[in-house]
């Protein structure tokens, strides 16, 4: 069983710490908590928390150097600001220290959880590819890297597998025993025009002109067998960074002012 994605908390508001750290209780996930920028940098180093929420105006040092001071010991840590206001100077230094973004006070938890649950990795990899070996493979590299996982052998039953489950990428093998993976792709973005696709083959040079159909038709990546798996694990890194960075939308000053 996985544990619980902790979130740390951080604001000089104690009131708005408990009412986030109330309803993260409830929707199942673990939550520290820090009054000041400070005192963030400190839990950062003691807890490890798996995604920081901070607001960007506090006494003492504010969330820009905060995450300045974080990144030095957490370089890849999720981290949210919160302020009712950001100016554009602090917009540019959450750019800089990556920041996913700067969400508006009062904040929308909806949106909120939505990341969370993207963070916590709820999101299926679907592995269609009629060798059970490969499958069994690819299936148990993944978990351990805390993904689920689903595999399919028959590429006419891939569509009812995304009907049924939020699937964040499909890993398609080319040649599925008599089926043709780049139907079953074309089939893919019918229904799903964004769902990223990751192509895979067996049969090097002899799919050449069939990878170069799957990248015409929109597959995200194509990969030979055997798969390097570091850059597999890279590819669905990026499709799930990207997923997280576009539900957040793009870091800007909502409510700005300059100065001050």
């Given at each position: ?143 351990r890297r805390g993904y689920r996982v689903e595999t399919e052998s028959d590429g006419t039953k891939a569509l009812g597998h995304m009907e049924c489950n939020y699937t964040l990428v499909v890993v398609l093998d080319l040649k599925l025993g008599q089926e043709d993976g780049l139907e ?77």
């Amino acid at each position: 069983m996985k544990r619980a994605l902790n979130v740390l908390v951080v604001d000089d508001d104690r009131r708005m710490v408990k009412t986030i750290r109330d309803i993260l209780r409830l929707k199942g996930y673990g939550s520290v908590e820090a009054y000041s920028g400070e005192e963030a940098v400190a839990r950062v180093a003691e807890e490890q928390p798996d995604c920081v929420l901070m607001d960007l105006k506090m006494s003492g040092i504010d969330g820009v150097e905060a995450l300045r001071l974080i990144r030095a010991t957490a370089p890849d840590l999720p981290v949210v600001l919160m302020s009712a206001y950001a100016t554009r100077e602090q917009v540019e230094g959450a750019k800089k220290y990556g920041a996913y973004t700067v969400l508006t006070k009062p904040i929308d938890i909806p949106r909120l959880l939505s990341f969370l649950s993207l963070l916590k990795k709820e999101e299926s990899i679907l592995v269609v590819d009629d060798d059970p070996v490969f499958c069994r493979t690819i299936k148990a590299i993944l978990q351990r890297r805390g993904y689920r996982v689903e595999t399919e052998s028959d590429g006419t039953k891939a569509l009812g597998h995304m009907e049924c489950n939020y699937t964040l990428v499909v890993v398609l093998d080319l040649k599925l025993g008599q089926e043709d993976g780049l139907e079953v792709l074309g089939k893919i973005r019918a229904r799903y025009p964004s769902k990223p696709v990751v192509l895979v083959t067996g049969y090097g040079r002899e799919t050449t002109a069939d990878l170069g159909k799957g990248e015409e038709v929109g597959a995200y990546a194509c990969l030979d067998k055997p798969l390097v798996i570091d850059q597999l694990i890279e590819i669905v890194e990026e499709i799930s960074r990207g997923k997280r960075q576009a539900l957040l939308g793009e870091l800007s000053a909502g409510r700005t002012r300059h100065g001050g």
